[in-house]
């Protein structure tokens, strides 16, 4: 269950860019990187609208899509070594720092727990030491966000949690920062999951990604009816993928819930 969970939390991603946007096919143009719970992921993506996904970063091509950019979303359709037959729809954010990619549509699970979330550019490392190195000049804590959404890339979520403490600390309205920290608290801490996105929530009572999350932790604590009633709540507000991904554990409920 605990691997279920940490692959999960994948979905929970959405960003507020703290630097200029930029979200046109020349920025993302390069490869990305993250950390899976299957160990390293690059994504590649061609000017020629090809994208390659190599999943142990090995230098290898696992799959080939084409993308397809419209303002600031982007289509994935799979060429080879695919993994769905129908395209997915995100939308991206690109930062000086990382790139992130929130749900929009997709009934791939597979694709959508590789894809959301945040990737990092291959020279990481120093993007890290001139995030430090500028935090610690001016404390400014929106550097604190961009260097946690970094370590989220990394796989690194004591690192992202602590930098998530810091700057929640002083922006406590910030509804994505807050699903961001709760992402960060699986497998340990579902109690701290559910408070964060309990205020998340109560920020903007409409963000499906707090109501997938506070499920997760719902259903581990053993709330089992509560978490069904929040992914059907994300359901309903756009994550029309649970429907698959959760049916083995509400399949009863809902069932139950709708006759």
């Known amino acids: 269950m605990k691997l279920k969970l940490v692959a999960l939390i994948t979905f929970c991603i959405t960003t507020v860019t703290l630097t200029a946007q930029k979200n046109t096919k020349s920025d993302l143009i390069g490869k990305w990187l993250r950390m899976s719970q299957n160990g390293p992921v690059a994504l590649e993506f061609k000017k020629d609208g090809i994208v390659e996904v190599d999943f142990n970063n090995d230098q290898s091509v696992d799959v080939v899509s084409n993308y397809k950019i419209d303002k600031n979303t982007v289509e994935f359709s799979d060429k080879e070594g695919a993994m769905c037959l129908d395209p997915g729809v995100y939308k991206f954010e690109i930062t000086d720092y990382y790139l992130s990619f929130d749900y929009i549509e997709d009934m791939c699970n597979g694709r959508t727990k590789m894809t959301m979330g945040f990737w990092a550019k291959p020279n990481f490392e120093e993007l890290l030491d001139e995030l430090s190195q500028k935090i610690s000049e001016t404390q400014n804590t929106t550097l604190n966000l961009s260097r946690a959404r970094i370590y989220l890339a990394l796989g690194k979520s004591a690192e992202a949690r602590k930098d998530l403490d810091v700057y929640l600390e002083k922006n406590q309205d910030d509804a994505r920062a807050l699903i961001n920290r709760a992402g960060t608290r699986f497998p340990g801490d579902m109690k701290g999951v559910v408070k964060d996105c309990n205020k998340a929530i109560a920020l903007e009572p409409e963000n499906k990604n707090a109501f997938f999350l506070r499920g997760l932790a719902l259903y581990e604590l053993g709330q089992k009816e509560k978490a069904c009633d929040d992914f059907s709540r994300a359901i309903e507000l ?13 399949s009863e409920y809902w069932e139950k819930t709708n006759n």
Do not use: D, P, Q, T
């Open 238 to 250: 756009g994550f029309s993928i649970l429907k698959v991904a959760e049916e083995y554990r509400c």
